[in-house]
């Protein structure tokens, strides 16, 4: 089970819910980016006024589970932890957790590639990337 040293709050809006009362499916893969960036600044990687063209990461892959329904008004945040570190990619995992002891609602995966988007290539992984995490994380 994956250790979450970051969590992100965030609002269950009533534009989030569809038609069944429930939080939209795509809703969770905005959170999770929503969540993702949060914890990018909370290491120091990336900064307010920053373009995202410099940020220097694209997503290669995502998976979600779903695990229970989503509902307007509940108390939930987003975990993060970044759970391998490659040459040229990180594997993150996120959770959303209804409430600060409450039951994991969902939960995935990402994969996350460092890229140059002027050049069109991807890149080794930053070593001041690598290190931050590493530290935060405790991860070798």
């Known amino acids: 089970m994956t250790e979450y040293l970051f969590y ?5 809006r009533y534009a989030d819910i569809d038609a069944q009362g429930h939080l939209n499916n795509a809703k ?11 914890y990018l600044r909370h290491l120091g990687l990336f900064r ?3 373009s995202f063209m410099e940020i220097g990461v694209i997503l290669a892959d995502i998976h979600v589970a779903f695990r229970a329904p989503v509902l307007w008004g509940m108390d ?14 990180m594997k993150v995992a996120q959770c959303l957790k209804n ?8 939960e995935g995966e990402v994969v996350l590639v460092t ?4 050049s069109g290539a991807t890149l080794p992984l930053p070593p001041n990337w690598r290190e931050a995490i590493k530290s935060f994380e405790n991860i070798s």
Do not use: C, W
């Open 28 to 38: 969770f893969l905005t959170f999770f980016e929503q969540a993702r960036i949060q």
């Open 99 to 106: 409430g600060i002891d409450g039951p994991i609602m969902a």
């Open 48 to 50: 307010e006024g920053t």
């Open 115 to 118: 890229y140059d988007y002027h």
């Open 8 to 12: 992100h709050p965030l609002e269950i």
């Open 76 to 89: 939930v945040r987003v975990g993060v932890a970044t759970i391998h570190l490659g040459n040229k990619s």
